[in-house]
């Protein structure tokens, strides 16, 4: 499949601004499920940007803006080919305790995936649900789509429900949030069972496919999960939509957590107010008709 994407970030300020710094995370990846072709990104006003890879792999972009300003606006355009994801059957055969076996060979390479961080922190909840989805000789693959349902079944989608800034506790407690909440609820259960994992931002596919199925997402970057599994292959779930990720999903930056693979965060100076608007669009592109 082939999709045109553009992402428009649009910042108003009741008073101008005196200068703004800003990183952007909005180049997918080349992987072994897609393929990048066409990318752009224009700012407004017009100002260079400088890049670099951070730590988790990811293509960062960052600017400034040392001047007055009443406004900012980022549109980055994409054009995307993606591919169907290789499953990884004999990994996945493995019960949870060999592939934990498996892995701590890989500890050096895997230790920040298993550590709770400020935004996934560790707790009760989360502990009941490994013991229970992830028992010592149950099926790897058994009890991931467990936990895809789970989280599906147990939680309750809301637009609007959370923040931010909400934290984890509050979401396991109202069983209430969106797709950045579903995967870090994800993450907290697979890193106290043992299991590295890390967040996904990109985008997905919500229009009703062929076959008349529409997958629930946000107006703007959707999230999920990748979980390593022996042979160091990482495999990705959306929890929202109770699926393993398949060609409607674009990757664009991974991280222990949203706060790591946010698609932009910044500051600026100035006494003013601002506000905030996103508007994403994936356009899928018909295949070209054989000659």
């Known amino acids: 499949m082939e999709f045109e994407i553009a992402h428009t970030t649009r910042y108003k300020y009741s008073a101008p601004t005196a200068e703004a710094y800003g990183e952007v995370r909005l180049t997918p990846s080349n992987l072994p499920t897609q393929t990048v072709l066409e990318r752009s990104l224009t700012i407004d006003p017009e100002v ?17 803006l040392p001047f007055r300003h009443h406004h900012l ?12 994801a ?12 060999e592939a934990r076996q498996v892995l701590r060979s890989a500890l050096t390479d895997i230790f920040l995936y298993l550590q709770p961080t400020p935004v996934v922190a560790p707790g009760r909840d989360a502990a009941q649900w490994s013991r229970k989805l992830f028992a010592p000789k149950a099926r790897l693959g058994d009890a991931l789509q467990q936990l895809n349902e789970t989280i599906h079944t147990e939680f309750k989608y809301q637009s609007g429900s959370t923040s ?10 109202a069983r ?8 870090h609820v994800g993450l907290s259960v697979l890193r106290a069972a043992g299991l590295p994992a890390r967040y996904v931002c990109g985008y997905i596919e919500t ?19 990748e979980v390593l599994v022996p042979g160091m292959h990482w495999v990705a779930l959306d929890p929202t939509n109770r699926q393993w990720c398949n060609e409607r999903y674009v990757t664009v930056a991974f991280g222990r957590d949203y706060s790591d693979a946010a698609p932009f965060r910044g ?7 601002q506000h905030l608007s996103v508007h994403v669009s994936m356009k899928r592109i018909p295949p070209k008709p054989l000659p």
């Open 176 to 183: 209430t949030g969106v797709c950045q909440d579903f995967a």
């Open 207 to 225: 229009d009703a496919a062929a076959d008349g199925t529409q997958l629930t997402g946000s107006i703007a970057t959707h999230a999920w999960i």
């Open 267 to 273: 500051t600026f100076k100035g006494g003013g107010r």
């Open 86 to 97: 290789a499953v990884p059957d004999g990994s996945l055969e493995l019960t949870v305790q």
């Open 48 to 64: 260079a940007s400088s890049s670099y890879t951070d730590h988790f792999g990811n293509a960062v972009e960052f600017f400034s």
């Open 73 to 84: 606006v980022l549109t980055n355009r994409t054009l995307v080919r993606t591919h169907a």
């Open 164 to 173: 931010n800034e909400t934290p984890l506790a509050d979401v396991w407690r």
